[in-house]
T-cell receptor, first 118, second 112 residues
Framework: GAGVSQSPSNKVTEKGKDVELRCDPISGHTALYWYRQSLGQGLEFLIYFQGNSAPDKSGLPSDRFSAERTGGSVSTLTIQRTQQEDSAVYLC????????????????FGDGTRLSIL | TQLLEQSPQFLSIQEGENLTVYCNSSSVFSSLQWYRQEPGEGPVLLVTVVTGGEVKKLKRLTFQFGDARKDSSLHITAAQPGDTGLYLCAGARGSTLGRLYFGRGTQLTVWP
C-alpha cells in the first residue's frame, strides 16, 4: 500500500524478552519518527531519523531502547529486557522535508504495534 | 509535564451541538497540527496552521492559531456521530527539528 506500514500489529511477550518492531515508511519520505502512546496519554516522542541518521534520540526512555534505519527506508525499534511499563502502542510516522521545514511537514502515521508485556 | 495542555480531556454531546477544544502552552510553536485518531488506527492529520492569528476551515471544523503562536482551538459546528474520535493537537518548535509535541488528546463522543 501507499501508507506507513508497521509490523507486527500486536505483540505479546514475557517480561525480560527482547522485541523488535518494524516500520516501513511512505516511499520518498526522508524523515521518520517513533512515538509511544500509553492509555490516556498523548503521543510521547521517542526518536527522529533524517535519512539513516538520528539527529534527535532524546525521547528514548532508557538504554534498553534502540532504533536504526537502513537504506533511508525501513526502521526497526528494539526494546531489550522488556518491562511491564513498556506496554503501549508504538507508532511510526514519516514525512517529507529536510532542514528547518521538516517540523512543519504533515506526519503520516502507521496504525501502530500494540505491545503487551506479561 | 506536558508542553501542550489540551482541554477538555473528555467531551460527550448530542448530535447538533457545537463544541470547542483548546490547546494551550507557555511556549511558542512554529506550527500547530491537529490530528484525529480512531481506535486501533494511527492519527490522521486534519490541518496545519503556521501563522499567528490564522484561521482555517474544514467543512464544519474551524481551527485557529493564537496571535502569539502559543495556543490553538478547534471548533466543531453541529456535531455529528461521525465526528466521534480522539482529537490531538501537536506543536512543532523550530529549535527541535522534526519532532512534534503532542497534547494528551480530547476524546469526543457524539450521540445520535
Amino acid at each position: 500500500g501507499a501508507g506507513v506500514s508497521q509490523s507486527p500489529s500486536n505483540k505479546v511477550t514475557e517480561k525480560g524478552k527482547d522485541v523488535e518492531l518494524r516500520c516501513d515508511p511512505i516511499s520518498g519520505h526522508t524523515a521518520l519518527y517513533w512515538y509511544r502512546q500509553s492509555l490516556g496519554q498523548g503521543l510521547e516522542f521517542l526518536i527522529y531519523f533524517q535519512g539513516n541518521s538520528a539527529p534527535d534520540k532524546s525521547g528514548l526512555p532508557s538504554d534498553r531502547f534502540s532504533a536504526e534505519r537502513t537504506g533511508g527506508s525501513v526502521s526497526t525499534l528494539t526494546i531489550q529486557r522488556t518491562q511491564q511499563e513498556d506496554s503501549a502502542v508504538y507508532l511510526c510516522a514519516s514525512s517529507l522535508g529536510t532542514g528547518r521545514q521538516t517540523s512543519n511537514q504533515p506526519q503520516h502515521f502507521g496504525d501502530g504495534t500494540r505491545l503487551s508485556i506479561l | 509535564t506536558q508542553l501542550l495542555e489540551q482541554s477538555p480531556q473528555f467531551l460527550s454531546i448530542q448530535e447538533g451541538e457545537n463544541l470547542t477544544v483548546y490547546c494551550n502552552s507557555s511556549s511558542v510553536f512554529s506550527s500547530l497540527q491537529w490530528y484525529r485518531q480512531e481506535p486501533g488506527e494511527g492519527p490522521v492529520l486534519l490541518v496545519t496552521v503556521v501563522t499567528g492569528g490564522e484561521v482555517k476551515k474544514l467543512k464544519r471544523l474551524t481551527f485557529q492559531f493564537g496571535d502569539a503562536r502559543k495556543d490553538s482551538s478547534l471548533h466543531i459546528t453541529a456535531a455529528q456521530p461521525g465526528d466521534t474520535g480522539l482529537y490531538l493537537c501537536a506543536g512543532a518548535r523550530g529549535s527541535t527539528l522534526g519532532r512534534l509535541y503532542f497534547g494528551r488528546g480530547t476524546q469526543l463522543t457524539v450521540w445520535p
